[in-house]
Nanobody, 122 residues
């Protein structure tokens, strides 16, 4: 079972930037698509972004497209989420997730990190 550990969350002013990291254990990281989700207070968990096993393909939620960038470094077993032009509505716990397939097409994650808090002040 892969373990995922997020870092990089914190408090930032609206318009600012943060970069989240997710370090994965195991030797099969490069075989699977990865994603980021978030959960705001009182709301359900929602999809933010995903990236294919080789980093070539990415997909974003409409609410973050153009502001967030997902990337990965397979040599470091790490996936990143660069967040720019942050808004107060981006405040949430952000979760890293592993998909059971290379491309995550019509797939749901099978492993989750513990989450990292991102708070955007107005």
């Amino acid at each position: 079972q892969v373990q995922l550990v997020e870092s990089g969350g914190g408090l930032v002013q609206a318009g600012g930037s943060l970069r989240l990291s997710c370090a994965a254990s195991g030797r099969t990281f490069s075989s699977y698509a990865m994603g980021w989700f978030r959960q705001a207070p009182g709301k359900g968990r929602e999809f933010v972004a995903k990236i294919t096993f080789n980093g070539v393909g990415t997909n974003y939620a409409g609410s973050v497209k153009g502001r967030f960038t997902i990337s990965r470094d397979n040599a470091k077993n790490t996936v990143y989420l660069q967040m720019s032009s942050l808004k107060p509505e981006d405040t949430a716990v952000y979760y890293c997730a592993k998909y059971p397939t290379q491309f995550a097409t019509f797939a749901t994650p099978d492993s989750w990190g513990q989450g990292t808090q991102v708070t955007v002040s107005s």
